[in-house]
């Protein structure tokens, strides 16, 4: 392990990275509110942030003194790998100073012809440290294989063949965390602090929530959803004057 990668690591080791992300046309889209969001991630104690796009990777970068997980999103025709697909997407990251750079790790076809293989190799001459996004335990096990820095439990359930539940895959970390000699991030579907403890104690190095944090619709939906319910059991129980 290099010494970059070590330092990295050491620094996140049993906190809380939030996901500082904004699709466009979400509310909150925007290199320079999402560097206001990790300035205020960094503040409540988060140990590293998660950014997605070279933008707001570079922006973050200048307003926080945490790691940057660098990630781009980018949909290609004819692959369901759409989290740093390419080298094109490593680049972009690296050109915008990403500490770490996470890419989808699963056995999918990737777009252009890339290759896991390939992406792996080109993060290691980088001199980048790497975080490897899977869904199911063989991924982790291939992707420590490869020589990735750690992996993280980001797309259980957001593949055909992955576990679906609401929450998160505590299971999945649990298994890689033991079978595993790199760190193992806990990630997904997580929402509530009691799942970070869950995470944390189940032996993941690290956790990283997004939503639950970072995206004020999401969150107000949870609130107002209730307020409907009420609303509409109180209704069903009024009486006609």
Same mark, same amino acid.
């Given at each position: 392990?290099?010494?970059?990668?070590?330092?990295?690591?050491?620094?996140?080791?049993?906190?809380?990275?939030?996901?500082?992300?904004?699709?466009?046309?979400?509310?909150?889209?925007?290199?320079?509110?999402?560097?206001?969001?990790?300035?205020?991630?960094?503040?409540?104690?988060?140990?590293?942030?998660?950014?997605?796009?070279?933008?707001?990777?570079?922006?973050?970068?200048?307003?926080?003194?945490?790691?940057?997980?660098?990630?781009?999103?980018?949909?290609?025709?004819?692959?369901?790998?759409?989290?740093? @697909?390419?080298?094109? +997407?490593?680049?972009?990251? &690296?050109? %915008?100073? !990403?500490?770490?750079?996470?890419?989808?790790? /699963? =056995?999918?076809?990737?777009?252009?012809?890339?290759?896991?293989?390939?992406?792996?190799?080109?993060?290691?001459?980088?001199?980048?440290?790497?975080?490897?996004?899977?869904?199911?335990?063989?991924?982790?096990?291939?992707?420590?294989?490869?020589?990735?820095?750690?992996?993280?439990?980001?797309?259980?359930?957001?593949?055909?063949?992955?576990?679906?539940?609401?929450?998160?895959?505590?299971?999945?970390?649990?298994?890689?965390?033991?079978?595993?000699?790199?760190?193992?991030?806990?990630?997904?579907?997580?929402?509530? @602090?009691?799942?970070? +403890?869950?995470?944390?104690? &189940?032996? %993941?190095? !690290?956790?990283?929530?997004?939503?639950?944090? /970072? =995206?004020?619709?999401?969150?107000?939906?949870?609130?107002?959803?209730?307020?409907?319910?009420?609303?509409?059991?109180?209704?069903?129980?009024?009486?006609?004057?």
């Amino acid at each position: 392990m290099g010494t970059l990668t070590a330092t990295i690591l050491e620094r996140i080791h049993g906190g809380l990275i939030v996901s500082c992300q904004a699709l466009p046309g979400e509310p909150l889209h925007g290199a320079d509110i999402m560097a206001r969001m990790a300035a205020a991630a960094e503040e409540g104690g988060a140990v590293g942030i998660r950014a997605n796009g070279a933008a707001d990777a570079r922006a973050i970068k200048q307003a926080v003194a945490l790691p940057v997980i660098g990630i781009v999103k980018r949909d290609y025709p004819g692959s369901e790998v759409y989290i740093t @697909p390419t080298l094109r +997407e490593i680049d972009e990251l &690296l050109e %915008a100073g !990403a500490d770490m750079i996470a890419f989808d790790a /699963t =056995r999918q076809i990737r777009p252009e012809h890339c290759t896991l293989e390939q992406i792996t190799a080109y993060l290691k001459q980088a001199g980048v440290s790497s975080m490897a996004d899977i869904s199911i335990l063989e991924e982790a096990v291939y992707a420590e294989s490869l020589g990735v820095s750690c992996v993280s439990t980001t797309l259980s359930g957001y593949t055909a063949y992955s576990v679906k539940q609401e929450g998160p895959d505590l299971e999945l970390l649990q298994a890689a965390a033991e079978r595993l000699s790199i760190p193992v991030i806990a990630e997904g579907r997580i929402s509530q @602090p009691a799942e970070v +403890e869950a995470a944390l104690d &189940l032996g %993941a190095y !690290a956790v990283v929530v997004g939503s639950a944090i /970072t =995206r004020p619709q999401l969150i107000t939906e949870r609130f107002a959803a209730v307020t409907r319910k009420v609303r509409m059991r109180n209704n069903g129980n009024e009486r006609p004057n």
